[in-house]
Nanobody, 120 residues
Framework: QVQLVESGGGLVQAGGSLRLSCAASGTIFSIRSMGWYLQAPGKQREMIADISRGGSANYADSVKGRFFISEDNAKNTMYLQMNDLKPEDTGVYYC??????????????WGQGTQVTVSA
């Protein structure tokens, strides 16, 4: 069984910073990529940033230059450093990962989400 657990969310004032973590655990043979998604109130879930195991990162235009994704391969953990936060960054942040487990295939897994609230 594979699990993803996010942490680090909270309430912050506009202009502040938060660092989210996503830890993968269980039977993990390989991780191909990991990503962060935001589901803002009343909106669909959207990709914020993702990173491949080779270290190649992609960002949504709305967060470029403010958010930075990184990973610790040894810990199977991904991070999202969020700087200069804005009220529109408010919502539930989910992580996902393409993980190869016992079935020798890559499957997509999701975490339970962590709430980020940015006050004006």
């Amino acid at each position: 069984q594979v699990q993803l657990v996010e942490s680090g969310g909270g309430l912050v004032q506009a202009g502040g910073s938060l660092r989210l973590s996503c830890a993968a655990s269980g039977t993990i043979f390989s991780i191909r990529s990991m990503g962060w998604y935001l589901q803002a109130p009343g909106k669909q879930r959207e990709m914020i940033a993702d990173i491949s195991r080779g270290g190649s990162a992609n960002y949504a235009d709305s967060v470029k230059g403010r958010f930075f994704i990184s990973e610790d391969n040894a810990k199977n953990t991904m991070y999202l450093q969020m700087n200069d936060l804005k009220p529109e960054d408010t919502g539930v942040y989910y992580c996902d990962a393409e993980i190869m487990s016992w079935n020798s295939q890559y499957n997509m897994y999701w975490g339970q989400g962590t709430q980020v609230t940015v006050s004006a």
